[in-house]
Nanobody, 116 residues
Framework: EVQLVESGGGLVQPGGSLRLSCAAS????????MSWYRQAPGKERELVAT????????NYADSVKGRFTISRDNAKNTVSLQMNSLKPEDTAVYLC?????????WGQGTQVTVSS
C-alpha cells in the first residue's frame, strides 16, 4: 500500500521556522520526483518546491525562494521542507506528492499556521 505521511506542521509566529517531513512507503521512493504543494482556504493548490529523483536538483515557487529548502533522503524514504522566515501568507495545508510518469501519489497534508 502506497503511503505518504506528512508531519511537522503547527502554529508559528511570523519570522519563525518549521521543518516538514514526509515519510514514504509502498513504492520505489528513489525513482520518484518529490514535491511539496500547499493549499490555503479558498485558493488553488500551489506547487511550492520540487526535488528530482536522480540528481536532486531543486525548483521553488518564486514566493518561497531563499526561504524554503527541499531535501530528500533516499535511504530513509523521506523528503523534507525546511521553512524559514515564515510569513502569514505561508499559512496553508502542506501536502507531499510523489510523481513518476503517470503515477502520482498524495499525502493527507499537515497544517501550517503563521500568526502572531
Amino acid at each position: 500500500e502506497v503511503q505518504l505521511v506528512e508531519s511537522g506542521g503547527g502554529l508559528v509566529q511570523p519570522g519563525g521556522s518549521l521543518r516538514l517531513s514526509c515519510a514514504a512507503s509502498g513504492f520505489t521512493f528513489s525513482s520518484y520526483t518529490m514535491s511539496w504543494y500547499r493549499q490555503a482556504p479558498g485558493k488553488e493548490r500551489e506547487l511550492v518546491a520540487t526535488i528530482s529523483r536522480a540528481t536532486s536538483s531543486t525548483n521553488y515557487a518564486d514566493s518561497v525562494k531563499g526561504r524554503f529548502t527541499i531535501s530528500r533522503d533516499n535511504a530513509k524514504n523521506t523528503v523534507s521542507l525546511q521553512m524559514n522566515s515564515l510569513k502569514p501568507e505561508d499559512t496553508a495545508v502542506y501536502l507531499c506528492n510523489a510523481q513518476r510518469l503517470y503515477y502520482s501519489y498524495w499525502g493527507q497534508g499537515t497544517q501550517v499556521t503563521v500568526s502572531s
